[in-house]
């Protein structure tokens, strides 16, 4: 059973950073990040994959360049740095584990 615990987000100025965590029970062999924000469909923004000791992780264009994905050496712990954050990033952040395990979602407001 893997459970998730997200924390970290909050509101914040265009071009500020913020980073999210997701805090995770059980092994996770990948994490994605989504993003929903009002009217609109959820969003695959990032993944991260670990395969012995290397970490791989891809991303959406819309956050290429400006947002990483990590995870802690335990393993148990996830993040998305998020920097030169824009307007158009105000959503509902989620983590998802193993294609099918949430966590209960993190509001992100970007405004001045």
């Known amino acids: 059973q893997v459970q998730l615990v997200e924390s970290g987000g909050g509101l914040v100025q265009p071009g500020g950073s913020l980073r999210l965590s997701c805090a995770a029970s059980?092994?996770?062999?990948?994490m994605k990040w989504y993003r929903q924000a009002p009217g609109t469909e959820r969003e695959w923004v990032a993944t991260i994959t670990t395969r012995g000791s290397t970490n791989y992780a891809n991303y959406a264009d819309s956050v290429k360049g400006r947002f990483t994905v990590s995870r802690d050496n335990a393993k148990t712990t996830f993040y998305l740095q998020m920097n030169n954050l824009e307007p158009e990033d105000t959503a509902v952040y989620y983590c998802?584990?193993?294609?099918?395990?949430w966590g209960q979602g993190t509001q992100v407001t970007v405004s001045s």
């Open positions: 059980g092994t996770i062999y990948a």
């Open positions: 998802e584990a193993n294609g099918g395990y």
